[in-house]
């Protein structure tokens, strides 16, 4: 067990809807990753908070947006959702984020758009 | 051209084979180097770390970095079907702020 909680394990949802994915990083960690990954691809860095701020984005959508709260807790909202927005989505916490950027995953999310 | 290169496979040996998966990278700059190990539709956990270059092992694990070259080997010994699971390189850099940038993974099968 990582440490990292990610609710809830599998969404199934409609094109055009709007789903949160919430992640539990590890106790003491400070930095929380969002990352996508479709059917045998690799991982899709999405988006990085840091103690409730951005820190840097990556390839993510403008119908997607994340946050994290003052209990470092975080959410990742897809809104207008897509067939190829089916994906699992990973949560991965840090200490820092800096040097030695070691990040611990969640078991995923499992969103299907049907 | 990727920051990180890594052949997606399968590749598939026998059980009690040496393994040896390779990941090549383009920004000299990086100085911390990670496998991962993730196994079907699973969350990634991290197998070995390395700082800069030379060699770090851990059990059938050994984790070898050559910046001269830009390359990145992790080694398995005595391969067991339940290494059976898809490796991932990943590598940061203080002028990217230590972001991870990620191999896209080779998919390993070890036959019984």
């Known amino acids: 067990d990582s440490g990292v909680t990610q609710t809830p394990k599998h969404l199934i949802t409609a094109t055009g809807q709007r789903v949160t994915l919430r992640c539990s990083p590890r106790?003491?960690?400070?930095?929380v990753y969002w990352y996508q990954q479709s059917l045998d691809q690799g991982l899709q860095f999405l988006i990085h908070?840091?103690?409730?701020?951005?820190?840097a984005k990556g390839n993510i959508l403008e119908r997607f947006s994340a946050q994290q709260f003052p209990d470092l807790h975080s959410e990742l909202n897809l809104s207008s959702l897509e067939l190829g927005d089916s994906a699992l989505y990973f949560c991965?916490?840090?200490?820092?984020?800096?040097?030695?950027?070691?990040?611990?995953f969640g078991a995923g999310t499992r969103l299907s758009v049907l | 051209q990727k920051e990180v290169e890594q052949d997606p496979g399968p590749l598939s040996v026998p059980e009690g084979a040496i393994v040896s998966l390779n990941c090549t990278y383009s920004?000299?700059?990086?100085?911390?180097f990670m496998w991962y190990r993730q196994y079907s539709r699973k969350g990634p956990e991290l197998l070995m770390y390395?700082?800069s270059s030379g060699n770090k092992e851990d059990g059938r694990f050994t984790a070898q970095v050559d910046k001269s070259s830009k390359y990145i080997s992790l080694f398995i010994r005595d391969s067991q079907p339940s290494d059976s699971a898809t490796y991932l390189c990943a590598m940061s850099a203080v002028d990217s702020n230590y972001q991870l940038i990620w191999g896209a993974g080779t998919k390993l099968i070890i036959k019984p």
């Open positions: 390395t700082y």
């Open positions: 106790s003491g960690d400070l930095s």
């Open positions: 991965a916490s840090s200490h820092r984020g800096g040097a030695k950027n070691i990040q611990y």
């Open positions: 908070y840091y103690n409730g701020e951005e820190r």
């Open positions: 920004n000299s700059a990086f100085q911390y």
